[in-house]
């Protein structure tokens, strides 16, 4: 080998070993931490990401103790981390060892429960990492009270740091006696730079704000016009993106795009692919096609925040639709200040289908008396006579930066009146006055409409109370960020209510009138008629009890329901549903025959339905219905409902419509069953109901969600659902299927407007569908899910359509012709609905 040849064998080994430090010494800076609080060994969350204990890293401390919740609300993620905690009752330091030229998300996870004897409103503390305080007296089940969530996830960018070792130290308040620290878990993530550049601050535009020197915390993050997207779908960084719908002003909703599925987002060589998915800048919310309407509004979103904060609010743009210059031109608004002039995607990206962001810095001072707020509204660039009036958004982040001395932090927020009222109302009236018991208020998760895998995992939209669209005037300090979509059944307290002391009456609970209303049985003869409740009459288990078969009366087949003392449901529902069902006779609601009130028990006693439930029958392979029995059972529960809606003295609002609740009986005639979360619809002079979501994730109407405001039309959504189950067998939500599956309302509509909903449908039913039946029930289901409960039809105008389909069915002859919203126009639909109309008189009755 000569000399020549020795020199580059050498420069090739040299090479070889520096790349591969390198990748070495890259791979050391990759720091991800993981730690699952209180766990001996971690465990996988329901992302099949993999979670440590975090013993390790915690500092010796005597006053550090490992400890699991008693309780797990159906809101949660998984078991991983939030059912084991870590409790520290004296300053207590984590210590992990991070790059130190490296950024960094510190993600803190609470679940405010009842842990070992501790009090949970007992638990009062600061959060510091390095020199930066991240939260202060900050207390979890406050915060979730205020915010309506189960569980609190706070996301921060900190460092990069002068050592090599990242410290977060908790420190019971000194403010509180007997105080606290807990966490459930801890996530280190190392992170590019996401802020190369210095954000423009709005009013002034010769100014700029450094954010890469600063600590910041997530406010918001929103997938804009799209739906959730989980940790696992983000690109690399494990962020989650959650739905905008939820903070849009008013009823200008806009309309959302989304790209075709052969489209590609094309980044350029110089935007960084991390700096958010391809699934933001698929999908787009902009003000719609009428040029001339969109000039007199804005597209607005309002953000409840901190006071005395500068916040930094990066927009992502992508234009999907416009291939030209000065075709879709806007201004943007922050807070009443305009942040940028004619704004143009085409102009700054180059050309269709290229992602571009902007960052605003924007100082929100603290107006003592008011919640703060943060408001930014897009409007068409009038000056510059672009060829649509219109204005685009595909993605929204606001982060919080520290003030001059390091701090993040916020007072914890204040609980709305209006919540802590109904709460206030729903814990004394419950209860016996004189024996009624304070207990610890930590907040159920809420649900709601919009979905992915995550949305098992939680997920969920902040809605912070805030004036003009929920509460009024509302909290001081909101310091949140995950929102309220999760796979929550309820958004109230999930303390259980209980009954005091023994009573053999029924005046503990129940008004005279309902008592009167409804027969009173013995406890002896409800052991005798179960068998002392033997196990192997069980038929159902739901939220509120075990459901056992029984007989009264010397034969007479009853449903008996029987409260379980540690559900979460209890006095509430037992007095609702027993009010309820006494005042109502229908061939399509589950009669109440009885109930039991003796010896700390609740038990209701219901006609006996011996075909269960309509899921059963549906995808638990029970029995294949024919498509002409599902027709007629939901045509059963659509009279059921609309009985409820306009045939009783007040308009009753059922808040939990879905298969489970739909009985059938031995003639498969289908009844509406479980009253227990209804309740009775506003007033003549009021167009809703304010009040906390109730309901089942799944079916849960996200008007409701966002609004908490409660119309028959909730109803209507939920029945939706109900409707698209039935045609194709399968679960409201299934954790299990990609993420844009998981949600049957999301992909049964994604399907319908795709024209492919015949590839999802129940594979038994294929074949066996007329098409115009199929044609019309799949409007009817669609209409039923439209966003805002003004476009649904009502109960009345569903069951129309319904009887229809089946009509039609029956008779495919006929023909019969129908217009947008389902009403047929000739002599012969004429006189069906004046038959129907008169039957429609006599059918509470039925």
């Known amino acids: ?472 005037n509302e909290s001081n300090g909101t310091s949140g960020w995950l929102p309220l979509y999760g796979n929550s059944l309820t958004s109230h307290n999930n303390s259980k209510s209980t009954i005091s002391g023994k009573s053999s009456h029924t005046s503990s609970h129940l ?26 009459n069980v038929i159902g288990v739901g939220g509120f009890g075990k459901v056992y078969k029984g007989v009264v009366d010397g034969g007479t087949k009853v449903a008996i329901k029987r409260a379980n003392p540690s559900s979460e449901q209890g006095v509430h529902e037992f007095r609702t549903e027993i009010e309820m069902l006494s005042k109502l006779r229908h061939r399509h609601l589950v009669s109440l025959i009885g109930f039991c009130e003796e010896n700390d028990e609740m038990i209701l006693v219901y006609d006996y339905m011996s075909h269960g439930t309509v899921r059963e029958h549906l995808y638990k392979c029970k029995t294949h219905l024919s498509w002409k029995q599902r027709l007629e059972i939901c045509i059963g529960a659509a009279r059921g409902l609309h009985y409820l809606h306009t045939g009783a003295k007040y308009t009753i609002i059922h808040r939990d419509v879905k298969t489970t609740n739909i009985l059938v009986d031995e003639n498969w005639v289908a009844k509406v069953s479980d009253f227990g979360l209804s309740k009775t619809g506003p007033a003549l002079n009021q167009t809703h109901v304010s009040t906390v979501v109730k309901g089942s994730f799944g079916y849960l109407d996200p008007e409701y969600f966002r609004r908490q405001q409660l119309t028959d039309k909730s109803d209507v959504y939920s029945f939706g659902v109900v409707l698209f189950e039935v045609l194709c067998a399968r679960p409201a939500l299934n954790p299990s299927l990609p993420k844009e599956q998981v949600s049957l309302a999301d992909w049964a509509l994604h399907c319908q407007r795709k024209g492919i909903l015949e590839d999802i449908i129940d594979p038994t039913l294929k074949g066996k569908i007329n098409p115009e039946v199929l044609k019309k029930f799949s409007e009817t289901a669609e209409k039923c899910l439209s966003d805002h409960g003004t476009e649904r039809p009502s109960m009345g105008d569903v069951l129309w359509n319904l009887e229809f389909c089946l009509q039609l069915q029956e008779n495919p002859s006929s023909s019969l012709v129908k217009d947008d919203v389902g009403i047929a126009k000739d002599s012969e639909i004429d006189a069906r609905e004046a038959n129907m109309a008169a039957h429609r008189k006599l059918e509470p009755w039925k």
């Not at 009167?516 to 008629?529: M, S, T």
């Open 1 to 472: 080998m000569n000399t020549k040849t020795h020199v580059w064998f050498l420069i090739i080994l040299i090479s070889f070993v520096v790349n591969a430090l390198y990748v070495e010494s890259a791979s050391k800076t990759l720091d991800s931490y993981l730690l699952s609080c209180g766990s001996s060994n971690g465990g996988s969350d329901s992302d099949g990401r993999k979670w440590e204990s975090d013993s390790k890293y915690l500092g010796s401390s005597d006053n550090s103790i490992s400890a699991k919740a008693k309780f797990q609300d159906p809101s949660l993620p998984s078991a991983i981390p939030y059912m084991s905690a870590r409790i520290l009752t004296s300053e207590s330091t984590y210590t992990l060892s991070v790059s130190t030229k490296k950024r960094h998300w510190v993600r803190l996870h609470f679940y405010p429960s009842s842990y070992s004897s501790l009090n949970a409103t007992d638990a009062y503390f600061d959060v510091t990492a390095g020199e930066t305080t991240l939260l202060n007296n900050f207390s979890a089940p406050i915060t979730a009270e205020a915010l309506t969530q189960s569980y609190i996830v706070r996301e921060f960018s900190v460092g990069p740091f002068s050592s090599d070792a990242l410290k977060i130290t908790f420190t019971p308040s000194a403010k509180h006696n007997g105080s606290y620290a807990f966490v459930n878990g801890i996530e280190i993530i190392s992170m590019p730079e996401l802020f190369p550049e210095p954000a423009t601050l709005v009013g002034f535009s010769d100014q700029t704000v450094d954010v890469a020197s600063s600590t910041l915390q997530t406010m918001f993050r929103l997938n804009v016009g799209g739906q959730y997207i989980p940790p696992n779908n983000d690109s690399d960084l494990s962020r989650t993106w959650y739905d905008d719908s939820p903070y849009v002003y008013g009823a200008a909703f806009g309309v959302t795009t989304e790209t075709n599925t052969t489209v590609k987002i094309d980044f350029p060589e110089e935007f960084p692919k991390y700096v958010a998915p391809v699934d933001v800048y698929s999908t787009a919310r902009s003000m719609g096609p009428d040029s001339k309407l969109n000039q007199n509004f804005n597209l607005t979103w309002v953000f409840p925040v901190d006071g005395n904060f500068m916040y930094v609010v990066r927009l992502h743009f992508c234009e999907l639709e416009q291939t030209l210059i000065n075709q879709r031109v806007f201004d943007i608004f922050i807070n009443n200040q305009t942040a940028q002039e004619a704004a143009d995607v085409i102009a700054w990206s180059g050309a269709k289908e290229v992602p571009v962001y902007k960052d605003f810095a924007i100082f929100v001072s603290n107006t003592s008396g008011s919640a703060q707020e943060l408001w930014l509204a897009l409007h068409p660039s009038v000056a510059e006579k672009p060829e649509v009036y219109d204005a685009i958004l595909n993605g929204l982040e606001i982060f919080k930066l520290n003030d001059t001395s390091g701090n993040l932090a916020a007072p914890n927020p204040v609980p709305s009146p209006m919540l802590l009222e109904a709460e206030s109302e729903e814990k004394t009236s419950f209860a016996e006055p004189s024996k009624s018991k304070k207990t610890a208020h930590i907040i159920g998760g809420a649900a709601g409409g919009a979905a992915a895998v995550g949305l098992v995992a939680a997920i969920c939209i902040v809605v912070y109370n805030r004036k003009k669209r929920v509460y009024g």
């Open 511 to 536: 008004s005279t009138l309902a008592a009167g209303l409804c027969r009173h049985f013995a406890l002896g003869e409800i052991k005798q008629g179960t068998k002392n409740f033997d196990e192997s």
